[in-house]
């Protein structure tokens, strides 16, 4: 089983900075791609951003240039440096990561809610 846990949200006015970070645990035999998605209410889960085991990154056109992907690999975690904020920001973020133990699958976090306001 594996488990992410992500951090960082909560009440950040327009023009903020804020970090996610996703911690992977668990029965973890390789990482491949983590990545951020979101979803705002009464819309569907998008991608915000991804990072290879290599360090390839893309992003959602929304947020480049303002949101930077990065991870940690001996510590199974990724971040999500978020500046420049705007209140169509508001959502729930998700970590995920494609992980390899007995077979390969992709495990979900259970969101953080970012809410942009002043």
């Known amino acids: 089983q594996v488990q992410l846990v992500e951090s960082g949200g909560g009440l950040v006015q327009p023009g903020g900075s804020p970090r996610l970070s996703c911690a992977a645990s668990?029965?973890?035999?390789?990482?491949?791609?983590m990545g951020w998605y979101r979803q705002a209410p009464g819309k569907q889960r998008e991608l915000v951003a991804r990072i290879s085991s290599g360090g390839n990154t893309n992003y959602a056109d929304s947020v480049k240039g303002r949101f930077t992907i990065s991870r940690d690999g001996n510590k199974n975690t990724v971040y999500l440096q978020m500046s420049s904020l705007k209140p169509e920001d508001t959502a729930v973020y998700y970590c995920n990561a494609d992980v390899t133990n007995d077979s390969t699958g992709r495990y979900w976090g259970q969101g953080t809610q970012v809410t942009v306001s002043s």
């Open positions: 668990g029965s973890i035999f390789r990482i491949y791609a």
